[in-house]
T-cell receptor, first 115, second 110 residues
């Protein structure tokens, strides 16, 4: 079956431009996470969506970052006025619920390069 | 202070060796623990969960020490295909938050 799908796989942009990254979770997965991974680093939590609840935005590094999830499925992470330090791999993961199912399924990520 | 700390390595071991990684976590209220594997330029994938009583899956053994707040992963009879980065993951807030360590890199050499 289809896994978590992310697009684009690579994005090169100029400093100051806005970018949108898309995540299509596994069908039926109600929980969706965005993480960021810089070169040689671990995964940094950005935002978490669970069903119709208000998202947990506590990991977003600045107000240039925002995310939405429409219809409880596809999610878009938007970075406004990109900076060079935003360059990283942006990973999306989804999980089914209830909470007894703890496995995260990751997409292949979007490699963002800000020039 | 980071939620999860790991020795970045790399651990360079010959085939057939036994290797162990440790990971410490800062929040004593953490609920669940996992090891993920990440191959170069790939997404992380769940290797195994870590249970309080310890658990084994083939050549892999995971242990949890809540009193000392650390988790370990033991790999016996290392294979070339075990070469990867191993990420320690801690869950808080009833599975709503998963914190990842920076990973420990393992190189298994022939």
């Amino acid at each position: 079956g289809a896994g978590v799908s992310q697009s684009p796989s690579n994005k090169v942009t100029e400093k100051g431009k806005d970018v949108e990254l898309r995540c299509d979770p596994i069908s039926g997965h109600t929980a969706l996470y965005w993480y960021r991974q810089s070169l040689g680093q671990g995964l940094e939590f950005l935002i978490y969506f669970q069903g119709n609840s208000a998202p947990d935005k506590s990991g977003l590094p600045s107000d240039r970052f925002s995310a939405e999830r429409t219809g409880g499925s596809v999610s878009t992470l938007t970075i406004q006025r990109t900076q060079q330090e935003d360059s990283a791999v942006y990973l999306c993961a989804s999980r089914t619920t209830p909470a007894t199912n703890e496995k995260l399924f990751f997409g292949s990520g979007t490699q963002l390069s800000v020039l | 202070r980071k939620e999860v700390e790991q020795d970045p390595g790399p651990f360079n071991v010959p085939e057939g060796a036994t290797v162990a990684f440790n990971c410490t976590y800062s929040n004593s209220a953490s609920q669940s623990f996992f090891w993920y594997r990440q191959d170069c330029r790939k997404e992380p994938k769940l290797l195994m969960s870590v249970y309080s009583s310890g658990n084994e899956d083939g050549r892999f053994t995971a242990q949890l020490n809540r009193a000392s707040q650390y988790i370990s992963l033991l790999i016996r009879d290392s294979k070339l295909s075990d070469s990867a980065t191993y990420l320690c993951v801690v869950n808080e807030d009833n599975f709503n938050k998963f914190y990842f360590g920076s990973g420990t890199k393992l190189n298994v050499k022939p």
